[in-house]
């Protein structure tokens, strides 16, 4: 059989094919920075300012982002479809998507309503339910591919596959943020609230679900490679998330309940129960996320520190931003618990101020490697800009890997 016929392509064109929904992770994780440091406990002068600075930074990041994912739809709808239909990473990382879009939406409703008045309120209302939808179609249609045309297998099932679920916990603790800091009526509150309380009880159930299958791999001896295992810290989000959005829905029930007075449990009475009820099971669903939280320090201790070459064989690839969110989502919730809304404690307020402290820190240090692996072409599978890659006449490269030409 003759060899098929090659073609040259620029490394930019490698480099677009094999830009992949995981790229969403970095604007995920850095828009939940903002939001960490837009409310901690403990300010200094001029966290303010820094939270914005990285509002916006994760804005034009996240618009990068999805540019050029649609761009690589566009090109290589082959590739893209065969990936989505193959890998689970690939599917589930789509769920970033409206993940990213609720922390700047939560960030425009705090800076901008404060600065510049009710309008602004009314903008993030609208897109919250833009959010919504989509988080909706996330949570629903991600697992339906994951169950119907991937069939992963449960020896496949990993941490990274809770993104769906997390992405309708997000909107749902986005919708509480609007409630509380969008000056809106209650007439607008009462339908986010209603249907955020749903949104957890779609979710968070199905992540214990996701939870024992993926603890039934480890009991049978699975253990993630040192490349992946950053994946771990997935498995503390749902939990950090949803006693995040339970407590900021409290706070909403607390001061809606009562101006909106309509139907047997929409009542002031029954605004202050759920309020208390929800810091209540936010506790015990928090102290569920630390065992996964402390779980995951010590599997990516033990994997680096095992692995060939201890710690200084580590490379960076875009799997280490799965620590990231579920990090800012844990420590998120810890800072709501030392609002006066909730707890009110100083011991909170430390605490939240320190995971803030360290998770600052592992997203800077992720950014620069970000960029350096972008700059050198690494993170993107390009060993020069300047070369070009040969390939055959599908559009694939020829051989394990490819040709290059300088």
């Known amino acids: 059989m003759s060899p098929s016929p090659s073609s040259s392509s620029s490394s930019w064109d490698l480099a677009l094919r094999n830009f992949s929904s995981q790229w969403f992770l970095v604007s995920q994780g850095t828009g939940v920075l903002s939001l960490v440091l837009r409310n901690l406990n403990h300010q200094f002068k001029g966290l303010g300012v820094i939270s914005i600075i990285i509002w916006l930074y994760t804005c034009i990041i996240y618009l990068a982002t999805l540019t050029f994912y649609l761009i690589r739809c566009y090109k290589y709808p082959k590739q893209v479809q065969s990936a989505l239909r193959n890998d689970i990473t690939e599917t589930a990382a789509l769920s970033s998507i409206s993940i990213t879009l609720s922390t700047i939406i939560n960030m425009m409703c705090l800076v901008c309503v404060s600065a510049w008045g009710s309008p602004w309120g009314l903008i993030a209302y609208a897109l919250t339910w833009i959010n919504i939808l989509m988080a909706s179609v996330a949570c629903i249609g991600i697992p339906y591919v994951f169950l119907k045309l991937e069939h992963p297998g449960v020896k496949n099932i990993t941490p990274i596959v809770l993104l769906p679920f997390i992405a309708a916990l ?25 249907i955020s309380f749903i949104l957890i009880g779609m979710a968070a159930p199905l992540t214990l679900a996701y939870d024992a299958l993926y603890l039934a791999r480890l009991f049978d001896g699975y253990s993630m490679p ?14 950090g998330q949803t006693s995040f959005a339970l407590q900021v829905l409290g706070t909403a029930a ?40 402390c779980y995951a320090i010590l599997a990516t201790i033990q994997a680096l520190w095992g692995q060939d070459g201890g710690f200084r064989a580590t490379k960076f690839s875009m799997s280490c931003w799965s620590v990231v969110f579920p990090w800012g989502v844990f420590t998120m919730s810890a800072i709501q618990f030392g609002k006066p809304t909730s707890l009110d404690s100083e011991a909170w307020a430390v605490w939240s101020t320190i995971l803030a402290i360290v ?26 800009w300047k070369a070009r890659v040969v390939e ?15």
Do not use: H
């Not at 509380?180 to 986010?192: D, H, R, T, W, Y």
């Not at 559009?395 to 030409?405: S, V």
């Open 359 to 384: 998770m600052f820190i592992i997203w800077l240090s992720f950014t620069v490697c970000t960029w350096r692996g972008i700059v050198t072409g690494e993170l993107l599978g390009v060993r020069s």
């Open 392 to 406: 055959d006449s599908d559009g694939l490269d020829t051989g394990p890997y490819p040709r290059w030409e300088e």
């Open 254 to 293: 607390t001061n809606s309940f009562g101006s909106y007075g309509k139907g047997a449990f929409i009542q002031g009475a029954a605004g202050s129960v759920v309020g208390t009820c929800c810091i209540f099971c936010a506790l015990m669903i928090w102290g569920y996320g630390l065992f996964f939280w």
């Open 170 to 194: 997000t909107a749902a603790a986005g919708a509480g943020v609007i409630s509380v800091f969008a000056k809106i009526s209650p007439n607008l509150q009462i339908p986010l609230i209603i």
């Open 226 to 239: 040192p490349r992946m295992i950053y994946q771990t810290f997935v498995l503390c989000g749902p939990p």
